[in-house]
C-alpha cells in the first residue's frame, strides 16, 4: 500500500503551542506548505482564517487533502498532533502502534500536557508577563501550579530507562510538552539541577533531535531557552511589546463577545437559561421544603 501524499498547510506562530506541530512535521519528515500568522494583527481572527481554519481563530492549525481528495481542518495542537501521526506515521517513528499499552500511555500525557502543563503554564504566563496590573495571587496561583506540573514530568522521567516519557522513544507526548518547559523562564519558573535534574538534561535531549531543533525555529528563531539565564527585570522588559498586543487583542474579544450578547440569538439564549436556572431554583427549594418536612419530629400526643 503506497504511502499518501500529503498536501498539508500550515498555520503557526513561535509561540509553546505553535512549535509542536512544526516540531512533530520536522521529525516525521513531511513537506508542508507554511503560513505564519501575525498575532500581533489578530490574523487568526480574520474571517477567512475563521471560516477555512479554525473557528477558534487559535495557531497551531493545519489543512491537508484527506482520503476522499477533499481538503480536511485540523484544529487544536493535541487533534493535529494525532492526525498526523495516525496518518503518516506508519513506521512509528514517535508514536506506538494503536491499542498497545504505550499508544495509551502516550495518549495520558497528550492530553495531561493538553489540559494541565499547557493552560496552567498559560495562565502563569499572563499573570507574570501580560496583565496589565499585578495580582500577586494569580501569579502565585499559576507558578505554584506549573512547578507542580514539572516536578510530575521530573518523577515521570527519572523512571524511564530511555530518557523519553513514553518506553523507548520520543513520541508526541515529548514534543507536545517541550515547548511549555522550554519557556519556563517566561513564565517565571526557574528550573535547577538540584530540583529538575532529569527534566533539564530532557530539554537538552529533545534539542538535541535534528527535526525537534529544526521545528523548533518554525516560522521564526525560537529564543526561550535563552530567557534561562535572564534575571526577571529583563524577561519583563522583553514581554513590554507582546503586553501591549495582547492586551488590545484581549478588548477585541471582549468587544465581539458583548456585540454577541447583544443579538437576537444571544438574547434568546439568556432568556432560556434564565427560565432554566428559575425552574432549578424551585425544584431546589421543593425538595429542601420536602426535607425538612421529613425530618420534622412529630407531635407527642397529650
Known amino acids: 500500500m503506497s504511502q499518501p501524499q500529503p498536501n498539508i498547510h500550515l498555520y503557526t506562530a513561535q509561540t509553546p503551542n505553535g512549535i509542536k506541530v512544526s516540531m512533530l512535521l520536522e521529525e516525521l519528515g513531511l513537506p508542508y506548505t507554511l503560513h505564519a500568522i501575525d498575532l500581533a494583527k489578530n490574523e487568526q481572527k480574520e474571517?477567512?482564517?475563521?471560516?477555512?481554519?479554525?473557528?477558534?481563530?487559535?495557531?497551531?492549525?493545519?489543512?491537508?487533502?484527506?482520503?476522499?481528495?477533499?481538503?480536511?481542518?485540523?484544529?487544536?495542537?493535541?487533534?493535529?498532533?494525532?492526525?498526523?501521526?495516525?496518518?503518516?506515521?506508519?513506521?512509528h517513528k514517535v508514536s506506538y502502534p494503536r491499542g498497545t499499552r504505550e499508544y495509551w500511555e502516550v495518549n495520558n500525557w497528550l492530553f495531561w500536557q493538553m489540559g494541565g502543563l499547557g493552560p496552567m503554564q498559560g495562565q502563569?504566563?499572563?499573570?507574570?508577563?501580560?496583565?496589565?496590573?499585578?495580582?500577586?495571587y494569580g501569579i502565585d496561583r499559576y507558578?505554584?501550579?506549573?512547578?507542580?506540573?514539572?516536578?510530575?514530568?521530573?518523577?515521570?522521567?527519572?523512571?524511564?530507562t530511555s530518557g523519553y516519557l513514553v518506553g523507548d522513544?520520543?513520541?508526541?507526548?515529548?514534543?507536545?510538552?517541550?515547548?511549555?518547559?522550554?519557556?519556563?523562564?517566561?513564565a517565571g519558573v526557574?528550573?535547577?539541577?538540584?530540583e529538575f535534574p532529569n527534566l533539564m538534561a530532557w530539554v537538552d535531549r529533545i534539542v538535541a533531535r535534528p527535526g525537534c531543533n529544526k521545528g523548533r525555529h518554525v516560522p521564526k528563531p525560537h529564543t526561550m531557552l535563552d530567557y534561562w539565564d535572564k534575571s526577571e527585570e529583563e524577561i519583563d522588559k522583553a514581554a513590554e511589546e507582546a503586553r501591549g498586543w495582547i492586551q488590545q487583542s484581549m478588548k477585541e474579544d471582549a468587544k465581539q463577545s458583548k456585540i454577541g450578547s447583544k443579538s437576537e440569538?444571544?438574547?434568546?439564549?439568556?432568556?432560556?437559561?434564565?427560565?432554566?436556572?428559575?425552574?432549578?431554583?424551585?425544584?431546589?427549594?421543593?425538595?429542601?421544603?420536602?426535607?425538612?418536612?421529613?425530618?420534622?419530629?412529630?407531635?407527642?400526643?397529650?
Request: proline share 4%.
Open 47 to 91: 474571517p477567512w482564517f475563521l471560516d477555512e481554519v479554525n473557528p477558534n481563530g487559535r495557531i497551531p492549525a493545519l489543512t491537508d487533502t484527506f482520503t476522499d481528495g477533499k481538503q480536511i481542518r485540523l484544529f487544536e495542537s493535541g487533534s493535529v498532533m494525532q492526525y498526523l501521526v495516525e496518518r503518516y506515521d506508519v513506521d
Open 124 to 136: 502563569a504566563n499572563h499573570f507574570a508577563r501580560y496583565a496589565p496590573v499585578k495580582i500577586q
Open 143 to 160: 507558578q505554584n501550579e506549573t512547578r507542580r506540573l514539572y516536578r510530575v514530568m521530573e518523577t515521570q522521567l527519572a523512571k524511564s
Open 169 to 186: 522513544r520520543c513520541t508526541v507526548a515529548d514534543i507536545a510538552c517541550w515547548g511549555w518547559v522550554a519557556a519556563s523562564a517566561w
Open 190 to 194: 526557574k528550573l535547577d539541577k538540584t
Open 265 to 302: 440569538a444571544g438574547r434568546k439564549w439568556r432568556y432560556v437559561n434564565v427560565q432554566r436556572l428559575v425552574k432549578n431554583a424551585e425544584s431546589a427549594k421543593a425538595t429542601v421544603a420536602n426535607v425538612e418536612s421529613r425530618d420534622k419530629p412529630c407531635a407527642q400526643s397529650g
